[in-house]
């Protein structure tokens, strides 16, 4: 069996649900279950044999060195953090706490579990980080896309703390010979992309009425993935990666912020017109820039697609498509995420009355 961290996170759930639809091999989530982790992203296999999901901090010591002495995982993947740069800047503790310490903790037990397994057992083992491109900082518009070499130069609490988990996996490597991969994925979208993100924020929005915040002059550049495309990534990696590696995983796919929300707009103005007659794009709204935003990513994927032979299914364009509708076809998720907690994230960080 294979164990997850962080499962009923937005990426984690979108891999899981991609695992048990191929694999017959069972997958155990464990995951503290914080405002950002949602059962019900994964409620259709609450009655498969395949899925078990634990409550569980992955600093909790104790308790994870019990889980993997009693289920034995084969692999580990780790994809629990706290995951959103504003929140970071707003209160970066809790980023150190889980994703760095908590990795840490992680690490140790892994270690633990993993010295006492038999030696090709040990071989055949391997450890996950899910890790991200903001760990390299920030590109002129002229740069070349990140490699894997590019020197980590974190701007955020979060890419920081990112990177600090970075290191710790790598000397658990270099040190113990845990066999480790990292991986630095671009920004994904897709289901279960909980709505306090640039792309389901959004739409979301733009359904309700409301404003769409565009943060500075929105000429800011993401590199875009489709969740499953990373989840089919990860699989890969699992499956033929090289312990000690590391991979970076993108859409070759870069756009600015403002053309993201234009297009968002363009898509439901034609699947869900506005009785108005009015654009969505009229929503559009510039807020005050994020401190110390990042001005833009873009990742150079060409050692994955070489050595792995993987590639993205999606274009952006198929896969916001997706996406859009996704949202359109789960209102009973929505509502159920954009609770009152979430409620009054919304409230602190864009000031609406
Ligand atoms: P998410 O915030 O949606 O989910 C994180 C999950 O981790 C939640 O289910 C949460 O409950 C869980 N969690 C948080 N703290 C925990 C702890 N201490 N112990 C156990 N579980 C804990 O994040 P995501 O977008 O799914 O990202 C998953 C991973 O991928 C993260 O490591 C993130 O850095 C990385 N990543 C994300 C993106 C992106 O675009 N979202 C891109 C590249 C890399
Ligand atoms: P986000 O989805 O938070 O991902 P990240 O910061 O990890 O890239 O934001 C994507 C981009 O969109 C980023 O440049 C910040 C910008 N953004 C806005 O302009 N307005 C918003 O309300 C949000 C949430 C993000």
């Known amino acids: 069996m294979i164990i997850v961290t962080g499962g009923a996170g937005f990426i984690g759930s979108?891999?899981?649900?991609?695992?048990?639809?191929?694999?017959?091999?069972?997958?155990?989530?464990?995951?503290?279950?914080?405002?950002?982790?949602?059962?019900?992203?994964?409620?259709?296999?609450?009655?498969?044999?395949?899925?078990?999901?634990?409550?569980?901090?992955i600093g909790n010591r104790v308790l994870i060195d019990q889980i993997l002495a009693e289920h034995k995982p084969r692999a580990i993947l780790n994809f629990a953090a706290e995951s959103h740069v504003d929140r970071s800047i707003l209160g970066p503790q809790a980023f150190l706490?889980?994703?760095?310490?908590?990795?840490?903790?992680?690490?140790?037990?892994t270690r633990n579990y993993w010295t006492k397994l038999p030696l090709s057992q040990q071989k055949d083992f391997r450890f996950?980080?899910?890790?991200?491109?903001?760990?390299?900082?920030?590109?002129?518009?002229?740069?070349?896309?990140?490699?894997?070499?590019?020197?980590?130069?974190?701007?955020?609490?979060?890419?920081?703390?990112?990177?600090?988990?970075?290191?710790?996996?790598?000397?658990?490597?270099?040190?113990?010979?845990?066999?480790?991969?990292t991986t630095h994925c671009?920004?994904?979208?897709?289901?279960?992309?909980?709505?306090?993100?640039?792309?389901?924020?959004?739409?979301?929005?733009?359904l309700q009425g409301k404003s769409l915040p565009i943060y500075?002059?929105?000429?800011?550049?993401?590199?875009?993935?489709?969740?499953?495309?990373?989840?089919?990534?990860?699989?890969?990696?699992?499956?033929?990666?090289?312990p000690g590696q590391t991979y970076n995983i993108g859409g070759n796919c870069e756009r600015t912020n403002l053309d993201v929300v234009r297009t968002i707009c363009t898509h439901l103005d034609q699947i869900r017109p506005k009785a108005d007659g009015l654009s969505y794009a009229e929503q559009i709204t510039f807020v005050t820039d994020r401190p110390g935003h990042d001005r833009r990513y873009a990742v150079d994927t060409r050692k994955i697609s070489q050595s792995l032979g993987w590639e993205p299914e999606e274009t952006f364009e198929t896969g916001l498509l997706k996406t859009i509708q996704w949202y359109l076809d789960n209102p009973e998720w929505v509502e159920h995420v954009t609770s009152g907690a979430y409620r009054q994230w919304i409230q602190t960080q864009y000031q609406q009355p």
Do not use: C
């Open 128 to 181: 996950i980080h899910v890790s991200t491109d903001e760990v390299f900082g920030t590109l002129t518009p002229e740069a070349p896309a990140f490699t894997e070499n590019h020197p980590y130069e974190p701007n955020s609490p979060y890419s920081a703390s990112k990177a600090s988990s970075d290191h710790l996996v790598r000397a658990w490597h270099h040190t113990y010979g845990l066999p480790t991969i």
């Open 186 to 206: 671009s920004n994904n979208y897709g289901p279960y992309h909980f709505p306090e993100k640039l792309i389901p924020l959004v739409i979301l929005n733009a």
């Open 14 to 57: 979108n891999f899981i649900h991609l695992w048990l639809e191929n694999q017959q091999e069972s997958v155990l989530n464990l995951d503290l279950l914080t405002y950002a982790g949602n059962p019900e992203n994964l409620s259709i296999y609450q009655e498969d044999d395949r899925y078990k999901l634990i409550q569980t901090d």
């Open 97 to 109: 706490e889980t994703n760095v310490m908590g990795t840490f903790h992680l690490l140790e037990s």
């Open 216 to 242: 500075g002059d929105g000429q800011q550049v993401r590199d875009w993935l489709y969740v499953r495309d990373h989840a089919q990534a990860l699989m890969t990696v699992l499956a033929d990666g090289e």
